[in-house]
Each structure stands twice: as structure tokens, then as C-alpha cells.
């Protein structure tokens, strides 16, 4: 019983936490979403999207965790007054000829404790409810892996879109003074792996609780419950931080977009030309050779050659003139 009520106070602590980074997320995406950037896919250049519709993506999974928890808080029990196997038998022993019967004292001390029992125990509350617990909270640090993981991508040269804060003496690398490293990011990722690893435990637990039951989760259960719930809640903590701190690299940001703004738009080339009665598999290739041929002059240091290509084709020039291509 006193398990389950760390358990609910310790989840309360975690939806507010989830409460506030949800809040920072709607004040930064609210200011950035109409800022382009370029969007990826597979980790290559693919179309544009903004900086806030990325970010609402990341809220949209963790208002799906703020509700899953806020379930998982709600339907916590405990075991209730049922002795050494559950079935109350020393209590029904013990209030014989008396006025008061065992689901009288179990209904009077939950009710003081302030959540219910669960209908059918053993020696433990089922050991599946901690397992609910844990994956809710496995789930919510998958989330923040992946967010983590993608923050530390936009703080990378190739992909720049943002930077973490930095304290004025913040040393990246104690070998190379340029470092600026994103280590608030580096740490969630780092964390959500500790809880990940936690959720299998919790699995083995309920799976392994033998008969009324054993006691091969009892060592684990002291590091495993603390260790995620404050696991869970530095992620948070070090979340929230970035998202109000991080500061927007528009030159980096500005020269991606005109870097790759060309290949971005020959879908729409593609799409016109195909409404104009165009073959589209024809005019596919052509645009994906001439996309090949840009592709090797930006990296030998040229000129992106692209729109001149597309507009000088003769395929796509029985489509469309070369003022609306450009």
C-alpha cells in the first residue's frame, strides 16, 4: 500500500512536469510556425516544413503520454488488508462474533489511504500493475528519445535549424575549445535508454510472480521504481530547458533552404507537367538526371545548375513554358 502511494504521488509529480514542458512547446511553436525549414526524410533533403509544425509533432506524442499516464494514475490499487496469501482468512479468524467484517476494515482503511484495492490479490498487488506503470513511462521516454535524438541532429552543421543554450563558461571539449555540444539533448537520449532497459524488469516481474508469490522482484523493485520515476523526471526537466532557451541559427537555417530550394520545387514541376498530359514516369526520370547532374556541381563548389536544366528540357518544354517552370 505504501508502494502504490509513492507510486501515484511520484506520477502526479511527473504529469505536472509533463504540464509545464507542454506549455513551453505552445509558446515556441506558437512564434515559429511559420518559420521554414528544410524538412527531411530518410535523413536527406526532402520538402520544406516549419520549425513549429516539427515541434507540434513532438507535443502531439506527449499530450498522447500525458493522457496514457494520467489513466495509469487513476487506475492504480493497491493490495487492500488480505493477509499472507489474500484471502483475508486471519482477519475473518480475528473479527469472529464481531460487528465489524473484513471488507468492512479493508473499505475503512482505503478509504483513509485514499485509493481503492484491487478485487483479487495475493500476497501482492498483481505485479502487472507495476509493469503498466513502468511502460507508461518506457513509452514516454521513447518519446523523448526520439525528440532528444532529433534536437541533436538540427544542432549538427549539417542540418542546422537551432542551438541548445550554453552558460558563458560551458567548456564542449576539454581537448577542442570550439566545441559547443549539445549535451542537455545527449542526456535525455542517454536516461531514456536506462528506462527503456527498465521496462523488460518490469515485464520479467509480473511474468515470473509465481503462484500467491515470489520473491525474485523484490531486489530490483528498490532500484527499478525510484531509478525511472527520477529518470523521468530529469528528462523532463533538462526538456523543458531547451525548448525555452534554444536559440534559432537563421543563417544556417536561410542557407539550407536556398541551397536546396530548386530540387525542393521539382515536385510541383513534376505535378504541373503531369496535369498538362504529361507521361509521369518519363518526366520523373528526366527531372531525377538533371537533380543528379545539380547534385555533382553543388559539391564540387558550383552554382546550382538545376533550374536552367529543367527549364532548357525539351520533354518538359512541351508542357510547360520556361518562365512558369522557373
Request: charged share 25%; proline share 3%.
Amino acid at each position: 500500500k505504501a508502494e502504490v502511494m509513492r507510486q501515484k504521488a511520484a506520477l502526479a509529480l511527473i504529469l505536472d512536469r509533463l504540464r509545464d514542458v507542454l506549455l513551453q512547446f505552445a509558446d515556441r511553436i506558437e512564434g515559429t510556425h511559420e518559420l521554414p525549414v528544410l524538412g527531411y526524410t530518410h535523413l536527406q533533403p526532402a520538402e520544406t516544413t516549419t520549425l513549429g509544425y516539427r515541434l507540434a509533432g513532438y507535443a502531439q506524442d506527449l499530450m498522447v503520454h500525458f493522457d496514457h499516464l494520467l489513466r495509469t494514475h487513476k487506475l492504480l490499487r493497491g493490495k487492500g488488508i488480505r493477509g499472507a496469501v489474500g484471502t483475508a482468512g486471519s482477519f475473518t479468524d480475528m473479527l469472529t462474533d464481531n460487528d465489524v467484517t473484513p471488507e468492512m476494515l479493508e473499505a475503512t482503511v482505503m478509504k483513509s489511504l485514499g485509493f481503492e484495492a484491487h478485487l483479487i490479490t495475493t500476497q501482492t498487488y498483481p505485479r502487472s500493475q507495476d509493469y503498466d506503470v513502468v511502460s507508461a513511462l518506457g513509452g514516454l521516454a521513447a518519446s523523448l528519445h526520439k525528440m532528444a535524438f532529433d534536437l541533436r541532429l538540427m544542432q549538427s552543421p549539417g542540418f542546422s535549424v537551432l542551438q541548445e543554450s550554453i552558460g558563458s563558461n560551458q567548456v564542449g571539449s576539454s581537448a577542442m575549445p570550439f566545441k559547443r555540444n549539445p549535451i542537455g539533448a545527449e542526456k535525455i537520449c542517454s536516461l531514456a535508454r536506462e528506462v527503456a532497459a527498465w521496462t523488460q524488469v518490469a515485464r520479467e516481474n509480473a511474468a515470473n510472480s509465481l503462484l500467491e508469490r515470489t520473491l525474485d522482484d523484490s531486489a530490483n523493485r528498490r532500484s527499478m521504481l525510484p531509478e525511472i520515476f527520477l529518470a523521468s523526471d530529469e528528462m523532463l526537466h533538462t526538456l523543458n530547458g531547451i525548448i525555452r532557451n534554444f536559440t534559432i541559427d537563421d543563417q544556417a537555417r536561410g542557407k539550407l533552404l536556398e541551397q536546396h530550394g530548386p530540387f525542393i520545387a521539382l515536385e510541383r514541376v513534376l505535378t504541373l507537367a503531369v496535369q498538362e498530359g504529361g507521361d509521369r514516369q518519363k518526366i520523373h526520370e528526366k527531372l531525377r538526371k538533371h537533380s543528379m547532374k545539380a547534385l555533382k556541381a553543388l559539391k564540387k563548389g558550383r552554382a546550382n545548375p538545376l533550374v536552367d536544366l529543367v527549364a532548357k528540357d525539351q520533354l518538359i518544354l512541351k508542357y510547360l513554358q520556361p518562365a512558369r517552370i522557373k
